[in-house]
């Protein structure tokens, strides 16, 4: 029988043989395009890239049923969906016990198959959730304890189309030499379904006793190719092209900016930094896989750490024939777009032309969907997100929760670029704000990926944590002299206060200080919303000559907010005060001469001092007052940190006199992260790292959580109809959510994506009195109303007449 002779389909467009030898092909071939070290699991490359081809080929097998083709072709969609919710027309478990059976003989006839004796339940796992989100194993497999379940699969396999489906398989595993029998499969599936329920036991004895991470690891690098090659066929998208990337990029990009011959005292220290991180690529040993750059705010850590993965890029190339791509991740939205200006300017300026997406993608929820390869083929809409969210680039810039919400998820959507961070070089920036709760956690995981899938990382921060711990030689710091640059950086001086003052006693401080000192920039950040509010309202209602006012909360729509912080970095003959809570620590690159800040952990603290005299442009030393606010409940940080972090924070600084200089600060991060290391509870990490290694997805996900919202109030979106752009994108959403077709509501959606998150805010929905759209599931601010709830420069209002309601 020739493939033209086939006649079931796994699409309606698509023959089902067509399909699989696709799928394994293209699990095969990205397979093969990974350097990976799985000694440890008894598999080299050629039975890793087999393993990952026989469940490519496995994954559709349900699909040869008369009920799934009579579903696939049926034209009345009500009937359709009607078909999709019972059981029989599904594919997933009747496929998987297949995959068992087919991996179960490949494994059997290898010499060392025991040591691969929990692939074939790992396969079951996968295959059985290859089109929804992978639940806790034990789970899954226990399904089969279910006679009802079992009638199911007695109706499906009475439904096969046995003969194509033996000749399907005859040409797929041609070659592989393994003894099946789709007739055997027919009549023994039942013992085989009893063979995965009792091997159950041994397999979570296995994974509870050796807790070894590898198992979770290699799961979902074998679901991430599958389900990735599943979605390329099925969608016909593919992008592929080899794209060089020179290793001196940045380098010529210094020197046409002019950056090496500026004489200043900090431009000196920067290409000192530069000099030193980029000229250490030579000797590195890249047996080690986990670099720290660790150098003050404002040293130029943003394309030293660039320059130095496209040169460990290259040296990964040519010694150790990986191709890696570069993953530059962030914690806020904030610098998102401020790195990734830079990123394309370098290239814009060497190149001379603007980076297409497949050389350096930005992948976060207000970017464009928009993407363009180097061919000159242009993707809009569903096929464009398809690829950004596949990470099909050299360069990624992205978030913390894209990257840590996808090593640590049961998400298909998710997991589908799992495999992409294999061989790739993953740079954290400003990881001190990832939570301590979850350092053990991804110790483990980077760790796994650093040792099983070649993957490098490179912690990139003023104050480092300790997640790895240097003097164990657990990470590799690429900065030998950072106590020499710490001191040469003498752009700030700390003053510490810590006897708690209530925001009228602030008032009067601050008050005296932007009176007397009119010449001066001045910052101040506040731990809540509404503090940071009455202190804004104060200042503006000083009504002080020649000042620009800026207020700063995510109470402001994104469109806004960025548009002022790019107003705030532009130069002014204005002296300009900023009232902001802490979003505008992070790596914003602005530059004031005096800041205040209410109390908070000693990396926030530190984060904050970087926004003061950040270029060294101020005739003396910038000035950092730190304060400790409350209401006449409690100081106002006890609202948003952790009791452990401040107690922490309280006990380093009193270590230190009440006036702290740059030159200090290494020390004192030194001594707060070490406190937090020694004195932390780990209790946190080491659950969710039992459900890692004993694959209970489910239970993992539901718990972790990268942005914690201390507060715990319930939140709602809520779409605010600022300006007549925004009333015209409301209608068009209002349009798309009539539409019948799913597609067309998706892709119609798509090219407003951007635009329509660009208004929205997020609140606590005690505190959101308007109604919310019918069946909407998001709030909404009407244009004619927007004078009651959201005001131009501080963005939501809490406080409304009872009134007040929304039309």
Request: overall charge negative.
């Amino acid at each position: 029988m020739s493939s033209c002779d086939f006649h079931l389909h796994s699409h309606p467009d698509k023959i089902l043989f067509r399909h699989l030898s696709n799928v394994g092909n293209k699990s095969i071939s990205t397979s093969r395009e990974k350097i990976l070290s799985l000694e440890k699991f008894g598999i080299d490359e050629n039975t890793f890239s087999k393993i990952a081809f026989l469940i490519g080929t496995c994954h559709d097998f349900g699909k040869g049923t008369k009920y799934f083709q009579r579903y696939l072709f049926e034209i009345d969609p009500a009937i359709q969906r009607g078909l999709k919710n019972k059981k029989e027309y599904h594919h997933g478990l009747i496929s998987a016990i297949f995959t068992y059976y087919i991996l179960e003989k490949y494994v059997n006839s290898l010499n060392n198959g025991n040591s691969l004796r929990f692939i074939p339940t790992i396969g079951y796992l996968i295959v059985k959730r290859h089109h929804g989100n992978l639940k806790d194993a034990e789970d899954e497999i226990l399904e089969l304890v279910n006679e009802d379940t079992l009638e199911v699969i007695d109706l499906q396999i009475k439904s096969l189309e046995i003969s194509e489906l033996k000749t399907v398989y005859e040409k797929l595993l041609d070659g592989y030499d393994i003894s099946f029998d789709i007739d055997t499969f027919c009549n023994e599936y039942r013992s085989i379904a009893g063979e995965i329920l009792k091997n159950r036991r041994k397999f979570a004895k296995l994974l509870k006793e050796e807790q070894f991470t590898g198992y979770y690891l290699i799961t979902l690098i074998l679901y991430s190719i599958l389900i990735n090659s599943d979605k390329i066929d099925a969608s016909s998208i593919d992008v592929f092209s080899e794209i060089d990337i020179s290793s001196e990029l940045v380098d010529k990009y210094k020197v046409e900016k002019g950056f090496q011959s500026n004489e200043s005292t900090i431009n000196k220290v920067r290409n000192e930094i530069y000099k030193e991180v980029t000229e250490s690529i030579e000797k590195l040993d890249l047996d080690n896989k986990i670099y720290s750059i660790s150098v003050p705010t404002g040293s130029g850590k943003t394309l030293t750490s660039l320059s130095f993965a496209l040169k460990l890029k290259a040296r990964l190339r040519e010694e150790k024939r990986i191709k890696a791509k570069i993953i530059y991740s962030l914690p806020f939205l904030s610098i998102i777009d401020q790195n990734y200006d830079v990123f394309e300017d370098v290239f814009k300026t060497v190149e001379k032309a603007n980076p297409t997406e497949d050389v350096l993608l930005k992948h976060h929820h207000l970017a464009d969907i928009f993407y363009k390869t180097q061919e000159d083929e242009e993707f809009e809409g569903l096929k464009s997100l398809f690829l950004i969210e596949g990470w099909n680039s050299e360069i990624i810039v992205t978030t913390f929760v894209q990257f840590f919400h996808t090593i640590v998820s049961n998400k298909n959507r998710s997991l589908r670029k799992f495999h992409t961070i294999a061989n790739s070089i993953v740079i954290l920036d400003e990881v001190q704000s990832i939570p301590h709760k979850y350092w053990l956690l991804l110790k483990q995981l980077i760790s796994g990926f650093a040792e099983y899938f070649n993957t490098y990382f490179i912690f990139v921060t003023a104050t480092q944590p300790l997640i790895f711990d240097p003097e164990k030689k657990e990470i590799i710091e690429l900065v030998n002299n950072k106590d020499k640059y710490f001191r040469e950086f003498d752009r700030v001086k700390l003053e510490i206060n810590l006897n708690p003052m209530n925001l009228n006693e602030f008032k009067e401080i601050i008050e005296s200080e932007v009176r007397e000192n009119p010449e001066k920039d001045f910052l101040f950040v506040l731990n809540t919303i509404k503090s940071s509010l009455e202190i804004f309202k104060h200042l503006k209602d000083l009504k002080l000559e020649n000042n620009s006012y800026y207020y700063l909360s995510t109470n402001i729509v994104p469109k806004v907010r960025l548009s002022k912080i790019k107003e705030i970095k532009e130069k002014s003959e204005k002296r300009k005060i900023i009232v902001s809570t802490q979003l505008i620590e992070a790596g914003v690159d602005i530059d004031v001469d005096i800041v205040y800040r209410d109390f908070a952990t000693i990396d926030s603290i530190n984060q904050v001092s970087g926004r003061c005299n950040r270029n060294s442009s101020k005739s003396s030393r910038g000035q950092v007052n730190i304060v400790v606010l409350k209401d006449e409940r409690k100081e106002f940080h006890r609202y948003i940190y952790s009791s452990f972090l401040i107690d922490k924070t309280k006990e380093v600084l009193k270590e230190f006199p009440s006036e702290i200089y740059e030159a200090d600060l290494l020390l004192l991060n030194n001594n707060y992260f070490r406190k937090v290391k020694d004195t932390s509870s780990e209790d946190e990490s080491k659950e969710l790292l039992s459900y890692i290694n004993e694959l209970k997805f489910k239970a993992l996900t539901s718990d972790f959580r990268l942005i914690d919202d201390k507060a715990g109030y319930e939140k709602i979106d809520v779409f605010v109809e600022l300006d007549v752009e925004a009333v015209e994108i409301w209608k068009e959403y209002i349009l798309i959510k009539s539409l019948k077709n799913p597609l067309e509501k998706k892709e119609r959606f798509l090219a407003i994506r951007k635009k329509f998150n660009e208004y929205i805010i997020s609140v606590s929905k005690k505190d959101f009195s308007c109604e919310e759209p019918e069946d909407l599931n998001i709030g909404y601010i009407p244009f004619k109303q927007i004078k009651h709830y959201y005001d131009p420069e501080t963005g939501f209002v809490f406080e409304l007449k009872p009134s007040m309601m929304c039309d």
